[in-house]
């Protein structure tokens, strides 16, 4: 079964740095991978994904990921963190299931905080 | 286009009470799977539904059930309530089974006292 791991469960950074949330994952098959981002209160956004193709993908917001199976990785980066990034942020991957159907399995997520 | 909408938003139970939680999909999707996240940790899987029938099932006891209904909409039921069923239910709707790309709900957030 595929499986995920999220170094960091808090990040801080200062507004305008650069932010790096880390993500590792596990998979017997080539991977669907995800970024998801919960605001407090809130459900799931999905800010970005990896399929196939081009191993760099850019999502909403201004984050990107790069998918690096050399070292099962798939960190979310932004160039120049805002006030409004504060939330949660999930990394997620596609599990398919025997007899049909897929599920996602999470991280733990990383509670990422901006500062003045 | 209408997204993934949960009710009720908020909901308080005792234990060993009953619980039914509703959730309609996204515009032209059939398939609903439902997420358990408990505070501090990422979702995890309920079950999935599709073509009103149990198609896949996470590691959680009978307690927890669910119905598909022909419009697709969905309801998940949770039996004998403990107090670590208090979580953020959500729900997230695809296109078909095999369909990666899944749409969450805002959630209903449950606490059993």
């Known amino acids: 079964a595929q499986s995920v791991t999220q170094l960091g469960s808090h990040v801080s950074v200062s507004e305008g740095a650069l932010v790096l949330l880390r993500c590792n994952y596990s998979?017997?098959?080539?991977?669907?991978l995800f970024w998801y981002v919960q605001y407090p209160n809130q459900g799931l956004q999905l800010l970005l994904k990896y399929t196939t193709g081009a191993t760099l993908v850019k999502g909403i917001n201004g984050f990107e990921a790069e998918f690096k199976k050399s070292e099962t990785s798939f960190h979310l980066t932004k160039p120049s963190a805002h006030m409004s990034d504060a939330a949660e942020y999930f990394c997620a991957v596609s599990d398919h299931l025997t007899g049909g159907g897929n599920k996602l399995t999470f991280g733990t997520g990383t509670q990422l905080k901006v500062e003045l | 286009d209408a997204g993934v909408t949960q009710s009720p938003t908020h909901l308080i139970k005792t234990r060993g009470q009953q619980v039914t939680l509703r959730c309609s999909p996204k515009s032209g999707h059939d398939t609903v799977s439902w997420y358990q996240q408990a505070l501090g940790q990422g979702p995890q899987f309920i079950f999935q539904?599709?073509?009103?029938?149990?198609?896949q099932r996470g590691n959680f006891p009978d307690r927890f059930s669910g119905h598909q209904f022909p419009n697709y909409s969905s309801e998940l039921n949770v039996n004998a309530l403990l107090l670590g069923d208090s979580a953020l239910y959500l729900c997230?709707?695809?296109?078909?089974?095999?369909?990666?790309?899944?749409?969450f709900g805002p959630g209903t957030r449950l606490t059993v006292t």
């Open positions: 998979s017997s098959v080539p991977p669907y």
């Open positions: 539904y599709y073509e009103e029938e149990e198609r």
């Open positions: 997230a709707s695809s296109l078909g089974t095999n369909s990666y790309e899944q749409y």
